[in-house]
């Protein structure tokens, strides 16, 4: 039923990336499917933007963020009781929601996994990454709480 499944993970946010790794690892285990481990990092540009930094340094900035966070990933995917050619994983900048999304189409993603706290009335007013998943998401989206 499930050939790729994308899981977007917040590197800083150990609990919600557990609780839905563990769904997907089983998940994967049963179905024989590729697990794709996804972390989005904030757009550095409205950085530049606001408070005109220079490029050099946030170029520097941006390439550091990005191997840590690759690091952290490789870290998360090598703790994954599945054969290394059934975990993959990558990180980009920009919105999370979006770039879940346009993942997902890419990878061709049979289902999403994704870690969410209770909704509350902040989450409700200001929206949430999980939310925006679900409501905009073509494929099958599990939130894991």
């Known amino acids: 039923m499930y050939k790729t499944i994308l899981v977007p993970v917040d590197i800083s946010e150990d609990e ?22 996804f972390h989005a990092i904030p757009d550095i540009s409205r950085f530049s933007i606001s408070y005109s930094y220079h490029y050099d340094m946030l170029s520097s900035f941006a390439n550091k963020a990005l191997e840590r966070v690759q690091e952290q990933l490789q870290e998360l995917a090598n703790g994954i009781d599945l054969p290394n050619e059934q975990v993959e994983f990558s990180a980009v900048f920009g919105s999370a929601r979006d770039k879940v999304l346009e993942l997902a189409e890419k990878i061709h993603a049979d289902l999403i996994v994704i870690g969410s706290r209770r909704p509350s009335i902040s989450t409700h007013l200001l929206g949430s990454n999980a939310s925006g998943i679900v409501a905009y998401a073509k494929q099958s989206v599990l939130v894991v709480r």
């Open 16 to 37: 919600l990336t557990t609780k839905a790794l563990q769904h997907a690892v089983y998940i994967a285990k049963l179905e024989g499917a590729k697990l794709h481990l």
